[in-house]
């Protein structure tokens, strides 16, 4: 076995944290059960690894296997990635073909071996008719980067692809291959990246308001009301209490029930002029607008979003801007004045 | 339109004049006295300050000297007058300080092994970082660690710290890879004898200065320097120690600074206002909005030609900023703000404010840009230090 690979598998491993380990290498099946039973998992990491790693040798290991063995541990850390979104689209009146996994295979790898020589390419399939495939990269000259791959997960049944985004130089030629493995005319990026690649799915797929959690009825609305009862006089909340229904009931009719799909951020470049309610001479004769990014940043972005407007930080109806980022599957605009 | 320019061809006259010219009218002492006589509510910022002038730096300052002073990030603390400091005995401090610094980390402190580099210690004037004339000069303390030279020969391999002095004890030594006790004593290589041309590297910096403190400087006897603005840059261990030996030294207290939304704001007008040739940051203001379960950070930035633009609409007595110009500043941004995203800015909390001028944090951490505006710049800081000790 090549010294590079038996590196590769190494640093590979290392970086699985112990309790994953018994798990992903079941997941491999690189190794058969009776092998696995002869390492002693309770040992220091490095021994362990070793161990594991004469085994590979053992039986051969080759580049294709180590690739795979990357691919089982990115599915297991998939948000240790930041993803990309691209829509593929077909010419209008093209004939929808059956997929064929195989012939979809052999040509994506073919186009990209055809233009770069040396490149890996490893597929692995997994349930939803999805496939994982990782790339690593070299040129006419140089052999693959093992540990700067990239990694791409295509639906099959959809136009859509996720991408890690690590794309400079070899982004066109990844979109073509796309495109023509798939049989599609022609891959647009969209304006959607997030760490989370299931919430990513959800809202591109537009799955998100069909989880539906039956104990999350009508009930908790009247709980929160109840709770203003306990400590405020009771005179004072029939006023703020019309208000606040209001609120909640405008914001569970623009958010829904439903737990929301986890990003992390939304991007925002306004190019609007000025225009205050405040002061009507300010800027008034300024024709260029003004250039604004702005940024929203959360653990949860959508949650925190819709906490705004019954915290009272926020008007309810929140702006169409933030609401329509599920809907729209975007998270970087770009604002003009009409 | 701009009312900087015929300013700013007398600003060498602007610098000596009187104190009472400048912004504080009177001093804090006399107005908290005032109020609490009157029975009124006490204000604690003047409602109107002035622009900073672009060449308030004294001209016997050198401008490479002052440039590693930018582009640092540099944590704020207060610091109380100092008592019986003396600006002749700087080279006797220097030594105290390192003897202090050695006693302290030989305590027996957790440090890993490897990481125990010995701090030596230089402390020095910085020329003209003053307001006016009658403000102390400002000094610098400068913790240098002289880089280890590593010799490899076989299997040996010897590492060294030397701190320059000839104590044998003070000298840590490590042999891998041999057997044998470990004892102290000292085994040089040609390529390892003490000079004095080591290369030395700055791990961490402190300096002290006072800008326009005339309100302290009139309370306090002659036996005190006042110097109420400390900036640190390096390890919060090193920041205590040496604040440690300060403390007990000098009879002083050091607190944190920190800087709350409303003077974030005041900062961000008075950058902004500040006239620049060219921009090299954008103007940026973040705001944590206090929603939970989520933490929710909101990041605004704005070209600085349209900020600018905005601000002189804005702006309408010339050469200071007053409170209502300020406070319509930042209207006009949360409005512009709310039009699109329906968001009250003005209920969340301004965390950081960023211009080409300088950034500062909420929790005292400042970062100075733009070396014409450093005087202004500092004597803001120092009005709140002030603030903070009264």
Redesign the interface.
């Known amino acids: 076995m090549d010294e590079t690979v038996a590196e590769f598998i190494k640093r590979t491993i290392l970086k699985i944290p112990m309790n994953e380990l018994i798990t992903i290498l079941k997941a491999w099946d690189f190794l058969s059960e009776n092998q696995l039973q002869t390492i002693n998992f309770r040992q220091r990491k490095e021994s362990v690894v070793q161990h594991l790693v004469w085994l590979c040798e053992e039986k051969q290991a080759s580049v294709n296997d180590a690739a795979l063995l990357d691919i089982i541990y990115t599915q297991f850390h998939q948000h240790q990635k930041i993803w990309d979104v691209f829509q593929m689209s077909k010419e209008p009146g093209e004939d929808v073909d059956l997929f064929d996994m195989k012939q979809f295979k052999n040509s994506f790898k073919k186009i990209l071996q055809r233009a770069l020589k040396n490149v890996t390419v490893s597929f692995r399939e997994t349930e939803e008719n999805a496939v994982w495939i990782r790339i690593a990269w070299g040129t006419q000259y140089t052999k693959p980067n093992q540990y700067k791959p990239t990694y791409v997960v295509y639906y099959s049944q959809t136009p859509y692809a996720f991408t890690s985004s690590r794309l400079r130089r070899n982004a066109p030629l990844l979109g073509q291959a796309l495109t023509v493995a798939s049989k599609h005319h022609q891959i647009v990026k969209m304006d959607l990246r997030s760490r989370y690649l299931d919430s990513l799915k959800a809202i591109v797929f537009k799955q998100y308001n069909q989880i539906f959690e039956s104990h999350n009825s009508t009930t908790p609305l009247q709980e929160r009301n109840l709770g203003l009862d306990v400590n405020m006089d009771s005179r004072i909340i029939h006023e703020n209490i019309v208000e606040k229904e209001r609120v909640q009931q405008i914001t569970q009719e623009t958010f829904g029930d439903y737990p929301q799909p986890q990003l992390e951020f939304a991007q925002?470049k306004?190019e609007?002029k000025?225009?205050?309610?405040?002061?009507g001479?300010?800027?008034a004769e300024?024709e260029?607008p003004?250039?604004?990014?702005?940024?929203?940043?959360?653990?949860?972005?959508l949650?925190?979003?819709k906490?705004?407007a019954p915290?009272?930080?926020?008007?309810a109806?929140?702006?169409p801007?933030?609401t329509c980022i599920p809907n729209k599957r975007m998270n970087y605009f770009k604002?003009r004045d009409k | 339109m701009d009312s900087y320019d015929a300013s700013e061809s007398t600003p060498r006259q602007s610098t000596s004049s009187r104190p009472e010219d400048y912004f504080i009218g009177a001093t804090f002492l006399q107005k908290r006295l005032e109020s609490v006589r009157k029975q009124t509510s006490f204000v604690p910022t003047p409602p109107r300050r002035k622009i900073p002038h672009c060449s308030l730096l004294q001209e016997d300052v050198d401008l490479q000297k002052v440039a590693f002073l930018l582009h640092k990030q540099w944590t704020l603390y207060s610091l109380t007058p100092l008592y019986k400091f003396s600006y002749s005995n700087l080279k006797e401090y220097s030594r105290l300080l390192n003897a202090f610094i050695v006693a302290e980390k030989q305590k027996g402190l957790a440090v890993e092994v490897g990481e125990d580099f010995n701090i030596k210690v230089i402390f020095s004037t910085l020329l003209g970082i003053k307001g006016t004339q009658r403000d102390p000069e400002a000094f610098l303390v400068q913790g240098l660690t002289l880089l280890p030279k590593l010799e490899c020969s076989g299997t040996i391999l010897v590492y060294c710290n030397l701190l320059g002095s000839s104590d044998p004890s003070t000298l840590a030594f490590q042999v891998a890879g041999t057997t044998g006790a470990c004892h102290y004593s000292w085994i040089l290589s040609k390529s390892q004898l003490p000079s004095e041309n080591r290369e030395s590297k700055v791990l961490w910096t402190g300096w002290f200065c006072c800008i326009f403190g005339d309100s302290l400087l009139e309370t306090v006897s002659e036996d005190f320097t006042c110097l109420p603005l400390f900036l640190a840059n390096g390890t919060e261990s090193n920041t205590a120690i040496i604040g440690t030996w300060f403390q007990k030294t000098f009879d002083c207290y050091f607190s944190p600074l920190a800087i709350n939304a409303f003077n974030l704001s005041w900062m961000a007008a008075m950058w902004t206002a500040c006239k620049m040739d060219h921009y090299v940051a954008?103007t940026e203001f973040l705001w944590s909005?206090?929603?939970?379960?989520?933490?929710?950070?909101?990041?605004?930035?704005?070209?600085p030609e349209?900020a600018k633009?905005?601000w002189d609409?804005?702006h309408k007595t010339p050469g200071e900023v007053t409170q209502e110009e300020v406070d319509?500043f930042m209207?006009?941004l949360y409005?512009?703000?709310h039009?699109?995203?329906?968001?009250?800015l003005s209920?969340?909390r301004l965390v950081r404010v960023s211009t080409s001028v300088a950034s500062a944090h909420t929790d005292g951490k400042i970062k100075i840009l733009c070396h014409k505006y450093l005087i202004g710049v500092l004597a803001y800081l120092t009005e709140l230090a002030i603030f903070q000790i009264e």
């Open positions: 925002y306004l609007t000025f225009k205050s309610d405040l002061n001479s300010i800027l300024r260029e003004l250039r604004c990014l702005i940024k929203f940043s959360s653990p949860h972005l949650e925190a979003l906490s705004l915290a009272g930080i926020a008007d109806p929140l702006s801007l933030l604002i | 954008t909005v206090p929603c939970s379960p989520q933490s929710l950070d909101i990041s605004y930035a704005i070209h349209d633009a905005l609409s804005v319509l209207d006009c409005s512009h703000f039009r699109h995203f329906k968001i009250h209920a969340t």
